[in-house]
T-cell receptor, first 112, second 108 residues
Framework: SQTIHQWPATLVQPVGSPLSLECTVE??????LYWYRQAAGRGLQLLFY??????ISSEVPQNLSASRPQDRQFILSSKKLLLSDSGFYLC???????????FGQGTRLTVV | DAKTTQPPSMDCAEGRAANLPCNHS???????VYWYRQIHSQGPQYIIH???NNETNEMASLIITEDRKSSTLILPHATLRDTAVYYC?????????FGAGTRLTVKP
C-alpha cells in the first residue's frame, strides 16, 4: 500500500535561518507531488507542485523553493526564513489522472 | 485561485444529516468534483469524488446538479467526530487548489 512520510512534525526556527522539509512517498511510482501552507484558521495555499523529477511549478512567489531530486522525494527549502513563513506545511501526492490525493500529517513551523 | 465557493461555516445537530453546498459555476467538462475534510491539526482526508453522476460511499453521498455548476456533500447521520473543515475542489489531473472550505460543527 502507498504511504506518505513528512517530517519533522514540529519545528521552531529563528528568523534568517535555513529550512529544509522533506516528504517521501512509498508504494507508488511517478506520483504528482504537492506542497501546501496553511496559516492559522485559513485554507490550504498551494505553494509548489511537481509532475516529475526536476519539474517544479511555483504557484506563489515567495521566500521558499522546492526540489524533486528523486521520483518519490519532494523537498521544501528556504535560505533565510521570515516570520511570515510560520504555518502548517502539508505535503500531498496523487497518482496520474484524476485520482484522490493523500496528505502527510504536516509540519508545524514557527519562526521566532 | 480556487474555482469553488462554499459557506464559511455551518452547524448540524448530532444524528441529523449534514448537507454541505459547493458552487463551481466555471467547472469544465473534464473536471471532477472532490471533497476532503480536515480535522484540526491533521492532513486533509479524502471523502468522495464524482464527475457527473451522484456517488455514495461508506462516508458520504455526493449530489451533483445536472448542469454540474454546484454540488452537495451529504453526511447522512452526523456525529461529533464529523466536526471538521470540509473542502470542495474541482480538479483535472495535476491542478489541485483548495479554497477556504466550510467549517462544520456538529452539536450534541
Amino acid at each position: 500500500s502507498q504511504t506518505i512520510h513528512q517530517w519533522p512534525a514540529t519545528l521552531v526556527q529563528p528568523v534568517g535561518s535555513p529550512l529544509s522539509l522533506e516528504c517521501t512517498v512509498e508504494g507508488t511510482s511517478n506520483p504528482n507531488l504537492y506542497w501546501y501552507r496553511q496559516a492559522a484558521g485559513r485554507g490550504l495555499q498551494l505553494l509548489f507542485y511537481s509532475v516529475g523529477i526536476g519539474q517544479i511549478s511555483s504557484e506563489v512567489p515567495q521566500n521558499l523553493s522546492a526540489s524533486r531530486p528523486q521520483d518519490r522525494q519532494f523537498i521544501l527549502s528556504s535560505k533565510k526564513l521570515l516570520l511570515s513563513d510560520s504555518g502548517f506545511y502539508l505535503c500531498a501526492w496523487t497518482g496520474t489522472g484524476s485520482t484522490e490525493a493523500f496528505f502527510g500529517q504536516g509540519t508545524r513551523l514557527t519562526v521566532v | 485561485d480556487a474555482k469553488t465557493t462554499q459557506p464559511p461555516s455551518m452547524d448540524c445537530a448530532e444524528g441529523r444529516a449534514a448537507n454541505l453546498p459547493c458552487n463551481h459555476s466555471t467547472i469544465s467538462g473534464n473536471e471532477y468534483v472532490y471533497w476532503y475534510r480536515q480535522i484540526h491539526s491533521q492532513g486533509p482526508q479524502y471523502i468522495i469524488h464524482g464527475l457527473k453522476n451522484n456517488e455514495t460511499n461508506e462516508m458520504a453521498s455526493l449530489i451533483i446538479t445536472e448542469d454540474r455548476k454546484s454540488s452537495t456533500l451529504i453526511l447522512p447521520h452526523a456525529t461529533l467526530r464529523d466536526t471538521a473543515v470540509y473542502y470542495c475542489i474541482v480538479r483535472y489531473r495535476d491542478d489541485m487548489r483548495f479554497g477556504a472550505g466550510t467549517r462544520l460543527t456538529v452539536k450534541p
